[in-house]
């Protein structure tokens, strides 16, 4: 609707402006037109020939020029004029009479209250003109001319709109449907079908978007491909590693966490990602290490015995900025199978050391009597 309106708006004054402009040039033209007849018969005109013969002569011009003719002597008195009008002394003649061409439009009342264009000129060349002659023409036949010619030009800008309509229509029509096709295309892969391409219909701009929309479809569809790639490694590594892994995002959602940090935090099996970190880690400690890397945005190290199964497991909290985000990655090493070996190594070792320490006294005690004399000793 707004396209066809400015359609035509646009051929409304494009079609006024022709109109006057029609118009102007035929007035200019027909009075460019008297003013050269207008010449010509004052130059030809006898002012002082007798009235019969002015009288023919006037009818003569007349009927050649299609108008109204009239002669007048130096005073302005009436010699001759073709309608057979009595003099009114207008003022194009007074002004013909000082030596003018002058070129005036106004309605005649004695002819039916027409408009007629006029043009006085002065008999003669020199400054006292011997009279005046006068021609005019009705307006109306310029009227006609140049309603016809409006006619055509409203007719024409008429045709010529519907035309633009019709083509803009079909125009639009193909745009639009190449649009509502990217547009759905676009859905399709938002929801998640990354193999959908869009025909390539319309003008070339159409197809310019329909080619690049495709381009742009396999572009992410490599990038997805690629990506769940990535992950896959990702979460082959981390499902088959002994050290747990939890990463959490700046407000503490937990997005990863593996097999190995569930069973040493003691969680649910994937239940922990989404939730809050300090859902997931209950341990007071861990949290004090968790907290302490935030604050300081460097690494912490620490050894904590987790509060819910015992575990003994060496932390490292460690900040994690990349363009601007922010997280945290937790590992946690379980340090619980090698300080029970090593508890049961100190409890052998001083069990050992007791079991020895009797046995070994009474052979010291034994070999320091020897020592003594005791072995010479018959007895």
Known sequence: ATYTALIFVTMGVVSIYLIDFIRDSFVSDLEDRLIREASLLSQSTDPYASDLEASRTVDSYAEAVGGHITLLDENGDLIADSHRLPNTYDPEVAEALLGQIVSISRSVEMLNGQEFHYVAAPLGLDSDPAGVIRIGVPTASVTSDVNRIVSTVVVSAILVGALSILLGWY?????????????????????????????????????????????????????????????????????????????ADSDGEVNIVNAAAETMLGLPKAAAVGTRLAGAVWDHDLMQLVHAGIATGEPQYGEVVLSSNRRTVSAVATPIKHEGSEGLLLTLHDLTRRRSVDTTRREFVSNVSHELRSPITSIKAMTETLEGGALDDPL
Do not use: C, W, Y
């Open 171 to 247: 125009v639009a029509r193909r745009t639009i449907r190449s649009v509502l096709a990217v547009t759905a295309g676009a859905r399709q892969l938002a929801s998640g079908n990354l193999d959908h391409r869009v025909p390539a219909l319309g003008s070339d701009e159409s197809r310019d978007l329909a080619i690049a929309f495709n381009r742009m479809a396999r572009t992410i569809r490599s990038t997805v491909t690629a990506l769940e790639g990535e992950r896959s490694k990702l979460s082959a590594v981390l499902d088959t590693m002994a050290d747990g892994v939890m990463v």
